[in-house]
């Protein structure tokens, strides 16, 4: 059928190093959307991306959607301890409305 | 504030009773979801409704039912049929399920069944 899949499962880092979590799908998407949900909480909209090749930023993250729009990367430079969490992405698939999520990459912080 | 409200945000019951989450929008949302969430895993999706008295099938609807009588709500019944019904349910809601447009995330309940 047809997946989203979501690495690495698991990010350790020291405060300040640069994190990315990679996202692939087994068929074209729609758009990519990226959620974060922190310890305890629900998951939260951070960005959508829908053109080939799209890069965005919102500050330290930067968003990345693939040329052939299977998949995409969310960048952290120099991490802080507010961005503990864990990351989601999401596609709606391209041939119908189908919206699949990725496994999530848990990503903790070390002051 | 628009948003969506989930209740209760933490639910104890015993195995063989039915147990109905509550959700409620306020954002004038067509479409609406169930999600089940394990740990370790991503959402997996249970039902969704595009519409006022539609609802359809997700990737896991045994074990659940809903229903959509009215647009702001959409109440998820977990049932003794359900296999492993401890687990985290968020509700969701987004404009147009056609749009393909984000979701809008519930606070959760935290369901245990023991």
């Known amino acids: 059928g047809q997946q989203v899949m979501q690495i690495p499962q698991y990010q350790h880092v020291q405060e300040g190093e640069d994190f990315t979590t990679y996202c692939n799908s087994s068929?074209?998407?729609?758009?990519i959307q990226w959620y974060k949900q922190r310890p305890g909480g629900h998951p939260v909209f951070l960005i959508q991306?829908?053109?080939?090749?799209e890069v965005k930023k919102q500050k330290r993250l930067t968003f990345q959607f693939g040329e052939a729009k299977k998949n995409s990367s969310l960048h952290i430079t120099a991490t802080q301890t507010t961005d503990v969490g864990t990351y989601f992405c999401?596609?709606?698939?391209?041939?119908?409305?189908?919206?699949?999520f990725g496994a999530g990459t848990r990503l903790t912080v070390k002051p | 504030d628009g948003g969506i409200t989930q209740s209760p945000k933490y639910l104890f019951r015993k195995e063989g009773q039915n147990v109905t989450l509550s959700c409620e929008q306020n954002?004038?949302?067509?479409?609406m979801y169930w999600y089940r969430q394990d740990p370790g895993q991503g959402l997996r999706l249970i039902y969704y409704?595009?519409?006022?008295?539609?609802?359809q099938k997700g990737d896991i609807a045994e074990g659940y039912s809903v229903s959509r009588e009215k647009k702001e709500s959409f109440p998820l019944t977990v049932t003794s049929a359900q296999k492993n019904p401890t687990a985290f349910y968020l509700c969701?809601?987004?404009?147009?399920?056609?749009?393909?447009?984000?979701?809008?995330f519930g606070n959760g309940t935290r369901l245990t069944v023991t």
């Open positions: 409704s595009q519409i006022v008295n539609d609802f």
């Open positions: 068929t074209t998407l729609s758009n």
């Open positions: 999401a596609g709606p698939f391209y041939n119908n409305n189908d919206m699949r």
């Open positions: 991306l829908v053109k080939s090749g």
């Open positions: 954002l004038n949302h067509d479409a």
């Open positions: 969701a809601s987004s404009i147009n399920r056609l749009r393909k447009s984000p979701l809008h």
